[in-house]
């Protein structure tokens, strides 16, 4: 099935821990995000890249860094895990345009709690 | 702070009955509005979107209103069915490549 995957699905982190969350799309698709998602707060950007071997900072970017060495795959990493870095992380690629849509797809999440 | 403000937080609706939901922005130069529909441990899937060209866009049940003077947008779900129970974000962007979501609405339609 084409799409948006993420692994792991879910993870528990100890502080200070680092890992590495992959994305992988199978669409072509040239712009991919990482998003987090925390409740009441909605869904915040936190790095992108427009393409491969390009990268961008987000709304919320510190604690976090990215790495787009090959098209299909978008890798998000924590160096050094914190509490407030537990969330909901989405993972997602944009296609081009169907008529005045752009097709977002979005990955299932990954579940990360840092204790 | 959020580009796109969303209310309400959420909502309670019976079948067959309308959901409204509000957004507001302030970026003038938002460009793209599209709303997405999350059932729960899935991703947010795109359901509906407008540009500020056009004042409404209908898809079935579902019609994004645009006011582009008062710079709001509004999600209407008619007929609403227990199927459409889900949480669902605004979202605005200028030129096509970053979202700026709201916080969410969640939708609870009672049978």
């Known amino acids: 099935n084409a799409g948006v995957t993420q692994t792991p699905k879910f993870r528990v982190l100890k502080t200070g821990q680092s890992m590495t969350l992959l994305c992988a799309q199978d669409m072509n698709h040239e712009y991919m995000y990482w998003y987090r998602q925390d409740p009441g707060m909605g869904l915040r950007l936190i790095h992108y890249?427009?393409?491969?071997?390009?990268?961008a900072k987000g709304e919320v970017p510190d604690g976090y860094n990215v790495s787009r060495l090959k098209k299909q795959n978008f890798l998000l990493g924590l160096e050094s895990a914190a509490p407030s870095q537990t969330s909901v992380y989405f993972c997602a690629s944009r296609g081009p345009p169907q008529g005045p849509s752009y097709g977002y797809t979005f990955g299932s999440g990954t579940r990360l709690t840092v204790v | 702070q959020q580009q796109v403000k969303q209310s309400p937080q959420s909502l309670i609706v019976q079948k067959g009955g309308i959901s409204i939901i509000n957004c507001a922005y302030e970026n003038t130069a938002f460009d793209y509005f599209p709303w997405y529909q999350q059932f729960p441990g899935k991703g947010p899937a795109l359901l509906i979107a407008i540009r500020p060209d056009v004042s409404e866009k209908k898809e079935g049940r579902f019609t994004i209103s645009f006011n582009k003077s008062a710079k709001q947008f509004s999600l209407h779900i008619m007929d609403s069915q227990p199927g459409d129970s889900a949480t669902y974000f605004c979202?605005?962007?200028?030129?096509?490549?970053?979202?700026?979501f709201g916080a969410g609405t969640t939708v609870t339609v009672r049978a």
């Open positions: 979202a605005a962007s200028k030129n096509d490549y970053k979202l700026s």
């Open positions: 890249s427009v393409g491969e071997g390009t990268t």
